[in-house]
T-cell receptor, first 112, second 112 residues
Framework: NAGVTQTPKFQVLKTGQSMTLQCAQD?????MSWYRQDPGMGLRLIHY???????DQGEVPNGYNVSRSTTEDFPLRLLSAAPSQTSVYFC???????????FGQGTRLTVV | GDSVTQMEGPVTLSEEAFLTINCTYT??????LFWYVQYPGEGLQLLLK?????DKGSNKGFEATYRKETTSFHLEKGSVQVSDSAVYFC???????????FGPGTSLSVIP
């Protein structure tokens, strides 16, 4: 039972490069979210989705894009990486937002 | 807007000491309340939750009671162990905005 799988676990990018963080879940959850975790700031919501084909912005969406073409996958795209995007990124999924959220193990991204 | 406030960390306790981590929230209505735990190098896991006033959530010796009158959801454990060393996040969810809002997290270190 894989749960929520994020890849890669670690990534170093140069300023201006683009990349996609992958997130997949095998629990048939409708809700998926992306967070970034920064020291002293906890988790901040970047984008979220309440079902395939539906996405919305969270608290800190600038510089990131998402899409949800299938229930299972919710990739996060960095369009032009900046040092301010150095962070740990977590993907989460849940059956309903009032129920337990399952988190991936995170992607540690460094932008130089 | 809605928000979650947690006590500042880090918190350092000796094994078998009593633990309290304070959490208060600002939100209208009756949000659901959660405590999540993040062990080193891992994603977040649900520790306990409460969905209505006066509910008590409990798990692994941890407890928290939904106090509507004080808008609080303090986490307690009677006797902590070294294995409880982790970061603890308080969170709220309201149906009206389909998002979970996390507090900044409180780091706990338990020393033998």
């Amino acid at each position: 039972n894989a749960g929520v799988t994020q890849t890669p676990k670690f990534q170093v990018l140069k300023t201006g490069q683009s990349m996609t963080l992958q997130c997949a879940q095998d629990m048939n959850h409708e809700y998926m979210s992306w967070y970034r975790q920064d020291p002293g700031m906890g988790l901040r919501l970047i984008h979220y989705s309440v079902g395939a084909g539906i996405t919305d912005q969270g608290e800190v969406p600038n510089g990131y894009n998402v899409s949800r073409s299938t229930t299972e996958d919710f990739p996060l795209r960095l369009l032009s990486a900046a040092p301010s995007q150095t962070s740990v990124y977590f993907c989460a999924s849940t059956w309903g937002m009032n129920t337990e959220a399952f988190f991936g193990q995170g992607t540690r991204l460094t932008v130089v | 807007g809605d928000s979650v406030t947690q006590m500042e960390g880090p918190v350092t306790l000796s094994e078998e000491a009593f633990l309290t981590i304070n959490c208060t929230y600002t939100a209208t209505g009756y949000p659901s309340l959660f405590w999540y735990v993040q062990y080193p190098g891992e994603g977040l896991q649900l520790l306990l939750k409460a969905t209505k006033a006066d509910d008590k959530g409990s798990n692994k010796g941890f407890e928290a009671t939904y106090r509507k009158e004080t808008t609080s959801f303090h986490l307690e454990k009677g006797s902590v162990q070294v294995s409880d060393s982790a970061v603890y996040f308080c969170a709220i969810f309201k149906t009206s905005y389909d998002k979970v809002i996390f507090g900044p997290g409180t780091s706990l270190s338990v020393i033998p």
